[in-house]
């Protein structure tokens, strides 16, 4: 066991390494929240946010699925850490992602990244077989390599904010899925003050702003840079996008965040934006596909 832990730790060192490597800039403001950050892998903080989005999900489609039992899922960005798809399998689905990284790859940052889904595994307790790599597929989510009416549920967990054509991804999300087919996603919502993706990753919801970094800056100011791909989109074009292929089953805001730094003065320049929106850490949308349900024919 301990030679086992001391593995683990010595991959956490590799993915500090790898990341740093990978993503290093002279402005980088992530690099001292690693060591954090493998703090909450190893205490399982991280695994229990997966584990409780997880559950807020089986909450709220159980009333749609009609006693359906072991369903037929897309997980969507599966990311490299894999935590939906992990928990979806280890529950007993048939759980297929889709995801840019999903490339068999040996460098140091993947094998890092095996570590972690490991220790993913571990806390969460459940087999790390669950984490296997058996029904991944790298691709682009606009253009899903899936036959149509193929899925009971799609869902994707912080990655619609990436996806610079989400119109396109809503529509193949509609094609793949069968009539009455459910979609439930969690969106890191731009508008939020972790919304820029670049204040802190180790605080979720955000508490404290790093120094000298203004609330809301990539709402505003815009000093600090973006280090991933946004599309910048607000809550009511994903609403109307997700409305022009399927009934919304509900919206709701899952984690509020940035309440007590929203000033006045704040509020007044982004007047633009409602108090719910600026301080939506992540909303959650339900949509379902029209004509069938999900016990139908399986
Ligand atoms: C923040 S990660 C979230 C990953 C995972 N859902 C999780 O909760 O850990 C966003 C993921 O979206 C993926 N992604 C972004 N745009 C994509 C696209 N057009 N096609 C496939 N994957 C994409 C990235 O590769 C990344 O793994």
């Known amino acids: 066991m301990i030679v086992y832990l001391a593995g683990l730790a010595l991959g956490q060192l590799g993915i500090l390494f790898c990341l740093n490597k990978e993503y290093d800039t002279p402005m980088n403001p992530y690099l001292a929240e690693y060591p954090r950050y493998v703090w909450q892998l190893l205490a399982g903080v991280r695994s229990g946010m997966e584990c409780r989005g997880a559950q807020q999900r089986e909450s709220d489609i159980a009333s749609y699925l009609n006693g359906a039992g072991s369903l037929r899922i897309l997980d969507l960005a599966n990311g490299r850490l894999r935590p939906q798809y992990t928990i979806l399998r280890a529950s007993g689905h048939q759980v297929y992602g889709i995801d840019m990284v999903n490339r068999p790859r040996f460098t140091g940052t993947d094998l890092a990244y095996r570590v972690a889904r490991q220790i993913y595994a ?61 979609v439930w996603v969690l969106i890191h919502t731009f508008a939020s003050p972790s919304g820029g993706h670049n204040v802190t990753f180790t605080e979720i919801p955000l508490r404290h702003l790093p120094e000298g970094v203004d609330a809301w800056d990539h709402l505003r100011k815009r000093r600090l840079p973006f280090h ?24 709701y805001c899952l984690a509020r965040e940035g309440e007590h730094l929203l000033t006045p003065e704040i509020q007044a320049e982004l007047s633009d934006y409602s108090v719910d929106e600026l301080t939506c850490g992540a909303l959650v ?9 999900v016990a139908d024919g399986r």
């Open 122 to 182: 571990w806390r969460m307790g459940v087999s790390v077989q669950a984490a296997a790599a058996q029904t991944l597929v790298c691709g682009d989510v606009g253009r899903l390599p899936f036959p149509d009416n193929f899925f009971d549920l799609a869902t994707s967990v912080a990655a619609f904010e990436h996806f610079l054509d989400v119109p396109a991804v809503v529509a193949e999300l509609e094609r793949v899925l069968r009539p009455g087919g459910l």
């Open 285 to 293: 949308i339900v949509v379902r596909k029209a004509g069938g349900k």
């Open 228 to 251: 991933v791909p946004l599309n910048e989109w607000r809550k009511d074009q994903y609403l109307k996008t997700f409305a022009r292929h399927f009934e919304v089953l509900k919206h």
